[in-house]
């Protein structure tokens, strides 16, 4: 039977099916030829949508409203900045977004906020890739000074954290999460930020993993609440270079202790506050990395650094490249045998 023979009774409603089927083409948005704003755009935006960013700096305190969309710059953080205005969080997911909506290619800076400085989480799980974190400030007594996520679990990948301040309580760091939360904090660099780099409070039974990030010159590197068993917490080929503490462990109970494998701590003030030094056991090394050039902030391996070839393979999320891009697992010392390599950058030789 033909289909132009078919009754309208039977062929309009598989029309609407097929409709229905069909994939729907996203729409760039661009901002500001389309809309004046990065909110305007958001606002017009519908899921699978993308708002792209013209360089320039945006004083704006944006909101995704729960949007799968994909909000990101044309020319990366280095010329497209979105500045809150010391007056608020600068960018929240609080509406339950998912890893569809992204955050990509800003510069995020001048957010004030006790809770969230530069992005809030709450009930959100959001991708946050390729952005520059810096001069956001925390309120006190809140969390997180770049990023803070409360039942939270993003993935925040390849971003640079610069400068951000915070208070001392317990909660406080330039990424902190409490209560369910499991983010994937990977291939990051924290940098000369005043307070602690990475802070989980987090009940029993979570599993964040905190992976391949090189931190320096911040008042802590990692800090946990262990007076909860700690165990699904993974950290791992970690870079902890100079910082006035390198991992901060509160409130330990014997079993408590947290996944810490592969991880180099070197140089610190206090390498270990806390818990026993770590150092020889499960992979954890302390020794210098040699950098590339450390006054100018390149923290890219030379070829004589230990800390190539040094990390494991069971990462959870591994990505396959580095924070620039480059393969992530190459066989860097020539051994025959392809490891990852510690921190943020992987050497190729």
């Given at each position: 039977?033909?289909?132009?023979?078919?009754?309208?009774?039977?062929?309009?409603?598989?029309?609407v099916?097929?409709?229905?089927?069909?994939?729907?083409?996203?729409?760039?948005?661009?901002?500001?030829?389309d809309?004046?704003?990065?909110?305007?755009?958001?606002?017009?935006?519908?899921?699978?949508?993308?708002?792209?960013?013209?360089?320039?700096?945006?004083?704006?305190?944006?909101?995704?409203h729960?949007?799968?969309?994909?909000?990101r710059?044309?020319s990366?953080?280095?010329?497209?900045?979105?500045?809150?205005?010391?007056i608020?969080?600068?960018?929240?997911?609080?509406?339950?977004?998912?890893?569809?909506?992204?955050?990509?290619?800003?510069t995020?800076?001048?957010?004030?906020?006790?809770?969230g400085?530069?992005?809030?989480?709450?009930l959100?799980?959001?991708?946050?890739?390729?952005?520059?974190?810096?001069?956001?400030?925390?309120?006190?007594?809140?969390?997180?000074?770049?990023?803070?996520?409360?039942?939270?679990?993003?993935?925040?990948?390849?971003?640079?954290?610069?400068?951000?301040?915070?208070?001392?309580?317990?909660?406080?760091?330039?990424?902190?999460?409490?209560n369910?939360?499991?983010?994937?904090?990977?291939?990051?660099?924290?940098?000369?930020?005043?307070?602690?780099?990475?802070?989980?409070?987090?009940?029993?039974?979570?599993?964040?993993?905190?992976?391949?990030?090189?931190?320096?010159?911040?008042?802590?590197?990692?800090?946990?609440?262990?007076?909860?068993?700690?165990?699904t917490q993974?950290?791992?080929?970690?870079?902890?270079?100079?910082?006035?503490?390198?991992?901060?462990?509160?409130?330990?109970?014997?079993?408590?202790?947290p996944?810490?494998?592969n991880?180099?701590?070197?140089?610190?003030?206090?390498?270990y506050?806390?818990i026993?030094?770590?150092?020889?056991?499960?992979?954890?090394?302390?020794?210098d990395?040699?950098?590339?050039?450390?006054?100018?902030?390149?923290?890219q391996?030379?070829?004589?650094?230990p800390?190539i070839?040094?990390?494991?393979l069971?990462?959870?999320?591994?990505?396959?490249?580095d924070?620039?891009?480059?393969?992530r697992?190459?066989?860097?010392n020539?051994?025959?045998?392809?490891?990852?390599?510690?921190?943020?950058?992987?050497?190729?030789?």
């Amino acid at each position: 039977m033909r289909w132009s023979r078919l009754p309208s009774f039977i062929l309009l409603p598989a029309l609407v099916v097929l409709a229905a089927l069909l994939p729907v083409s996203a729409t760039t948005i661009h901002v500001p030829a389309d809309q004046p704003t990065i909110q305007a755009g958001i606002d017009a935006a519908v899921n699978g949508d993308v708002v792209l960013v013209a360089p320039g700096t945006y004083k704006e305190n944006i909101d995704f409203h729960g949007k799968a969309i994909k909000v990101r710059s044309m020319s990366g953080p280095g010329r497209t900045i979105i500045d809150g205005g010391n007056i608020n969080t600068v960018v929240n997911f609080g509406s339950g977004e998912g890893p569809k909506s992204v955050l990509m290619g800003f510069t995020i800076q001048h957010g004030s906020a006790s809770f969230g400085a530069g992005v809030m989480l709450g009930l959100a799980s959001p991708t946050i890739i390729g952005n520059t974190f810096r001069n956001n400030a925390e309120g006190s007594g809140g969390f997180g000074a770049g990023i803070g996520g409360n039942n939270a679990s993003p993935v925040i990948e390849r971003n640079t954290f610069l400068n951000n301040t915070c208070d001392t309580q317990f909660l406080s760091g330039v990424v902190s999460f409490v209560n369910t939360s499991a983010p994937i904090i990977i291939n990051n660099i924290f940098v000369n930020n005043p307070c602690r780099a990475v802070n989980m409070t987090l009940p029993t039974g979570n599993a964040p993993v905190i992976a391949n990030n090189t931190i320096i010159n911040n008042s802590v590197g990692v800090r946990m609440d262990a007076r909860v068993p700690t165990s699904t917490q993974l950290y791992l080929n970690n870079l902890i270079y100079g910082n006035q503490m390198g991992l901060e462990v509160d409130f330990l109970s014997a079993g408590n202790e947290p996944t810490w494998t592969n991880n180099l701590v070197f140089q610190n003030t206090t390498n270990y506050f806390g818990i026993a030094d770590q150092t020889g056991q499960n992979g954890n090394i302390s020794v210098d990395p040699v950098f590339v050039d450390f006054t100018h902030h390149n923290f890219q391996l030379q070829s004589t650094s230990p800390a190539i070839d040094a990390g494991t393979l069971s990462v959870p999320h591994l990505p396959p490249t580095d924070f620039l891009g480059h393969q992530r697992v190459v066989d860097g010392n020539g051994d025959g045998i392809a490891l990852p390599d510690l921190g943020a950058y992987e050497f190729i030789p």
